[in-house]
Nanobody, 121 residues
Framework: QVHLVESGGGLVQPGGSLRLSCAVSGFTLDHYAIGWFRQAPGKEREGVSC??????QYADSVKGRFTTSRDNAKNTVYLTMNDLKPEDSAVYYC????????????????WGQGTQVTVSS
């Protein structure tokens, strides 16, 4: 079975940093795009980033602050978040897409359970 498990969320102060991990199993990581999405209460689910075999992409709201990377040997994808802002507070999800990156959550068929990120002083 395909599984994705997020970890690394928590409470941080504005300007702080976190690294989220997405541990995957049941498939070969280097054949799929992995996206990060977030959803805050009352808000639409928002694409944050995506990493494919050939490229990565970021939402404008996080560009320059967040970086996504992968370690194929460890079957893990990371989202390094710097200079966190209160508006970054959300549940963060990783998800498996196709070979290619997409900004649309419907293009991702397998999802993790989410990890809470709260940015507050």
């Amino acid at each position: 079975q395909v599984h994705l498990v997020e970890s690394g969320g928590g409470l941080v102060q504005p300007g702080g940093s976190l690294r989220l991990s997405c541990a995957v199993s049941g498939f070969t990581l280097d054949h799929y795009a992995i996206g990060w999405f977030r959803q805050a209460p009352g808000k639409e689910r928002e694409g944050v980033s995506c990493i494919s075999v050939t490229s990565s992409q970021y939402a404008d709201s996080v560009k320059g602050r967040f970086t996504t990377s992968r370690d194929n040997a460890k079957n893990t994808v990371y989202l390094t978040m710097n200079d966190l802002k209160p508006e970054d507070s959300a549940v963060y999800y990783c998800a498996r897409g196709s070979y290619y990156c997409s900004v649309y959550h419907n293009d991702f068929g397998s999802w993790g359970q989410g990890t809470q990120v709260t940015v507050s002083s």
